[in-house]
């Protein structure tokens, strides 16, 4: 589809490059990446808070595969028609590299592992869950990149300036190969770049959390319910101007939307319960507020 203005966005011409046998794909550098910056902003961060900073490479042991396992999980649930069909193969369901990591999925059994191993541990999970919170959100923005590079998750078609050109790619026999081949070049389509909108509101997100945790004193897992909060809130609008295939609930929403929508109501009252809480402990001298990870851990609260 043409286009009058010169200001698009070009995709790349492609994701993913053969190094001899071995294939480099940039969704999975993007979201390597995204988990080395955040490791290194929550070692940061929960180190500041008085804990100690092998915890953080513990709990990454635990929360990046099963983060990955979660992710993918909730994906192959939510799009099952897409490898459990007639003309599907149902091996691709643990072709990850292909793209399909669903974050709420990955949220949910990454914080489901870390919370056994801190419980397990008697630490406290609340001022781990704080520092980590604005690094989990950054890493989001920067695994967006890897959408980007595969042609996907894209929005409607529109002519804005800033529309996002999508190319034909095909692999070396010149059949239609929109992830793994190569660009020639032909725009096929002028769409809403949602990966850049989600991007950007991740990182103002980021900003947004460093600020009102230092601004306000939040603690006792505040920080990470105002994460929930705010990312879902965009994903909610941002989820709308999508154009790519979706499940549908209710045979006009898609699923994500309203997972948004829950997930920003649930975080919202965690939000309020938390802070409650956690002044209740500033209070019995059970936290310490400048330093809530080497407080004494929840189990001695009398």
């Not at 001298?285 to 851990?297: L, M, N, Q, R, T």
Request: glycine share 10%; charged share 15%.
């Amino acid at each position: 589809m043409a286009t009058d203005f010169l200001a698009n966005i070009p995709s790349p011409p492609q994701g993913v490059w053969q190094l001899g046998p071995l294939p480099l794909r940039a969704y999975a550098l993007c979201i390597i990446a995204g988990i080395i910056v955040a490791l290194y902003i929550t070692q940061a961060r929960y180190v500041r808070a008085g804990g100690d900073s092998n915890v953080v490479w513990d709990a990454a042991i635990l929360a990046i595969p099963a983060g990955v396992i979660g992710g993918r999980a909730y994906h192959v649930l939510t799009d099952h028609h897409k490898y459990f069909c007639a003309d599907c193969d149902p091996v691709d369901a643990l072709r990850i590299t292909n793209g399909g990591l669903g974050i709420w999925g990955a949220i949910a059994l990454g914080t489901i592992a870390v919370a056994v191993m801190f419980k397990i541990r008697g630490i406290r999970l609340a001022a781990f869950a704080d520092a980590a919170a604005p690094a989990i959100v950054l890493a989001q923005g920067i695994g967006r990149l890897g959408n980007w590079f595969n042609q996907e998750l894209y929005g409607r078609p529109t002519d804005v300036p800033w529309a996002l050109e999508i190319y034909r790619r095909v692999d070396e026999n010149g059949d239609y190969a929109p992830i793994a081949g190569s660009s020639t070049g032909e725009i096929i389509a002028t769409v809403h770049p949602t990966f850049l909108y989600e991007l950007l509101w991740n990182l103002a997100i980021f900003v947004f959390l460093l600020w009102a945790h230092k601004c306000f004193r939040l603690g006792g897992g505040q920080v990470f319910a105002l994460y929930v909060a705010g990312y879902t809130a965009g994903r909610f609008w941002i989820e709308l101007m999508r154009a790519d295939e979706a499940t549908l609930l209710f045979d006009a929403v898609r699923v994500n939307a309203v997972v948004s929508v829950v997930a920003f109501v649930l975080a919202i009252a965690a939000f309020v319960v938390l802070g409650k809480r956690f002044r209740r402990q500033v209070q019995d001298g059970v936290v310490d507020p400048e330093a809530p990870a080497a407080s004494k851990p929840l189990t001695s609260n009398p």
